[in-house]
């Protein structure tokens, strides 16, 4: 007896699985199914689930890879209450922004360009981070 799944499914089970570069064990890719209706995607979390370098508050460097959109981001937050600063050093692509807001941990949102027809061919859009030591 086969079970059938959908493919849905499977990208749904595919998000949930951390992908860790054996290269690089501070690196790690976050992965989401493209939605053609949302121009303005919540990737998730970047929290000690991911990474044992980042922390609730501290200074971080952050930088993500993908296909549409490469930038780095400076981030700081001193005190859980308060939000996180956030700057972004270099960017290339699609828009991506960090949020940082009290009690929670960083969050990436990217943010799709007008150009309908560049994501025609894309199921998920994959996002390879890679966090820096707290300095």
């Known amino acids: 007896m086969f079970l059938n799944i959908s493919e ?3 990208e749904t089970l595919d998000e949930l699985f951390v992908k860790k ?3 690089d064990p501070n690196s790690f890719c ?3 199914s493209l939605s053609k209706y949302e ?3 919540g990737i998730g979390y970047i929290n000690k689930y991911y990474s044992n370098k980042i922390r609730d508050t501290g200074a971080f460097i952050i930088i993500i890879n993908s ?4 930038c ?3 981030i700081s937050k001193t005190n859980k209450r308060e939000s996180g600063i956030i700057n972004k050093l270099c960017h ?3 828009e991506l922004n960090i949020l940082w807001e ?3 941990y960083p969050f990436l949102q990217f943010i799709k360009s007008k150009d309908k027809d560049k994501y025609k061919d894309v199921k998920k859009l994959d996002f390879y981070i890679k966090v820096t030591t707290s300095f």
């Open 8 to 10: 849905s499914l499977y």
């Open 21 to 23: 570069s054996p290269e």
């Open 30 to 32: 976050m992965s989401k």
């Open 39 to 41: 121009n303005i995607l």
């Open 67 to 70: 296909n549409f959109s490469n």
């Open 72 to 74: 780095i981001f400076a």
């Open 92 to 94: 290339s692509g699609d």
């Open 102 to 104: 009290p009690g929670e």
